[in-house]
């Protein structure tokens, strides 16, 4: 196989080029006699530094794609390459894109080289090592405001949020209520291990382990997905216990992997550990440097307050945020009555340096307003959303557009091509499929029927086969319906049952099969 010099190059050591010699990693005893373990688990994630030794010892290939997510790249564009520059360039954050299979193929060639039974963790081990020994979501607590995970973890967080918005001009709809310092994966063993003395297990890159998940069909002897576990820097934190899978041949920029010693004798520590032990404190102070910078981002704007005046004028009112050279961005989401305009999040404004601002609407319209605060650094997470206008009031046998609603839930304005409409997805803190929590999407509208009885629900949507939607006026159910499902719009009918009275009509996700609404109406029969 073709040898990566380009990795060669960019790593730390002057002998690196001739460096074959393993890293054998700083190992911590993990022991429960309940379910007979007694191994000892490395410190901290596999790095490039330790994972180049390999590449250098066996020509091993890295230059394949990878769903790369850095600064340049994301995982949908299909341009990463496992030997990018920059998920090289430190040699001490973990070492990415090599999927499960190259994890086993390091722990193998580590075994081989030390004689020493070294493999992946299964996921039994890995799991009692992460939580450690306790039972609550997280070893430090539950932890259910995401306020303390970044004392610990390298999570989808304020400074990972304001990184996308810089380099990718999105950010996602939830992420952690604090600031842990990085953007994307960064050097190892940065924050405080958990009670057994492990770093990273819940944060940094997600971890590969030995335990098969799914196996292969025709050959049962063949796995065909992987145990993937832990939380990494893009996902929002999830319970220890809480488990994906990846297959064979994967590349993904937010895995990696850590290895054990299925063995409970006390190891010496050699000199290249020991070397590779204080390099890794000196480019932990340097990287330091980088997370101090970052957790200088400005505060969450709090106590937004809209107010509606004479002229249609909009008062807006907020509590300053602490920092030096603090400005402020208004973003709008305003319900146009002539649909011209989308209904999307919009900036307005920009630099503002009061906690004041005043908007102007056309009679007739309504909006909603979030307030960021910025500095030289980057931009906050988003402040309350406030709502103020007049919102119609929609009538039997009326086309009802789907962004006209005046109250939601976890959904998400799509405007393409003049048509607005709105996705109903669940995910709102942005977990893998199988972690994902039911909390169902829903939108509100204005509504009043003067009249009881039949009616004929049609909706132009479109979404995941099997997906169920619910329509409620109050507590009364009007119709449920699960979708043929379809990559293209398509008007769905189905009766409906109506009761009189100014109740708002609710339309309700009732599973976690996403789907996409363009428009409804409710016909008298």
Request: aromatic fraction near 10%; charged fraction near 20%; glycine fraction near 6%.
């Amino acid at each position: 196989m073709k040898k990566l010099f380009t990795t060669l190059a960019i790593l730390g050591t002057s002998s690196v080029w001739a460096n074959t010699s393993p890293i054998e990693p700083v190992l911590v005893p993990i022991i429960d006699k309940a379910q007979n373990i007694n191994i000892q688990m490395s410190k901290y994630e596999v790095t490039v530094e330790e994972f180049t030794r390999f590449v250098n010892a066996t020509n091993y290939e890295m230059s394949g794609k990878c769903h790369l997510f850095n600064a340049k790249h994301l995982p949908a564009d299909g341009t990463g390459k496992a030997n990018d520059a920059d998920l090289l360039a430190n040699p001490f954050r973990p070492v990415v894109c090599v999927g499960p299979l190259g994890a086993i193929e390091y722990a193998q060639w580590l075994a081989k080289t030390t004689g020493k039974p070294y493999r992946l963790p299964e996921y039994n081990e890995w799991l009692y090592a992460s939580s450690a020994g306790k039972s609550s979501r997280f070893s430090f607590g539950e932890d259910l405001n995401y306020s303390e995970m970044c004392d610990y973890e390298n999570i989808e967080d304020a400074a990972n949020s304001a990184g996308l918005k810089q380099h990718h001009n999105y950010r996602n709809r939830l992420s952690a209520n604090c600031n842990d310092g990085a953007i994307y994966h960064t050097v190892v063993g940065m924050y405080r291990p958990n009670g057994f003395g492990l770093h990273d297990m819940m944060g940094n890159v997600r971890e590969f382990l030995q335990s098969c998940d799914v196996f292969n069909k025709k050959d049962p002897t063949l796995c065909q997905k992987y145990v993937l576990a832990g939380s990494g820097w893009h996902w929002m934190p999830r319970p220890t216990n809480v488990f994906d899978n990846m297959g064979g041949n994967f590349l993904g920029s937010i895995e990696g992997f850590r290895v054990i010693l299925d063995s409970s004798k006390k190891q010496s520590t050699s000199a290249q550990t020991q070397t590779f032990v204080e390099q890794l404190m000196l480019a932990q102070q340097q990287a330091k440097i980088e997370h101090d910078r970052l957790k200088s981002l400005p505060a969450t704007p709090t106590g937004l307050h809209a107010k509606l005046g004479k002229s249609n004028q909009v008062s807006l009112n907020w509590l300053p945020s602490t920092g030096e050279n603090v400005s402020y961005s208004i973003y709008r989401s305003y319900l146009d009555p002539s649909k011209k305009t989308t209904r999307k999040m919009n900036k307005i404004a920009e630099g503002i340096k009061t906690s004041h601002y005043v908007d102007h609407l056309a009679r007739g319209s309504a909006a909603s307003y979030q307030v960021y605060a910025d500095n030289v650094i980057g931009q906050s997470q988003a402040s309350n959303e406030v709502s103020v206008g007049q919102y119609p009031v929609f009538q039997v046998d009326e086309r009802i557009q789907a962004e006209f609603y005046n109250q939601y839930r976890n959904t998400k304005i799509i405007a393409k091509e003049q048509r607005q409409s709105v996705l109903f997805d669940g995910n709102a803190g942005d977990n893998m499929p199988k972690q994902r929590p039911f909390v169902p999407s829903w939108l509100t509208y204005k509504f009043n029927s003067e009249n009881a009885g039949q009616a004929m629900l049609t909706m132009n949507i479109r979404g995941q086969k099997g997906a169920l939607v619910e329509f409620w006026q109050g507590n009364h159910l009007v119709a449920k319906t699960a979708i043929k499902g379809s990559k293209h719009y398509a008007e769905h009918s189905i009766p409906a049952q109506l009761m009189a009275g100014d109740e708002p009509i609710q339309i309700r996700a009732a599973n976690k099969r996403y789907f996409v609404l363009d428009w409804f109406e409710l016909r008298s029969q």
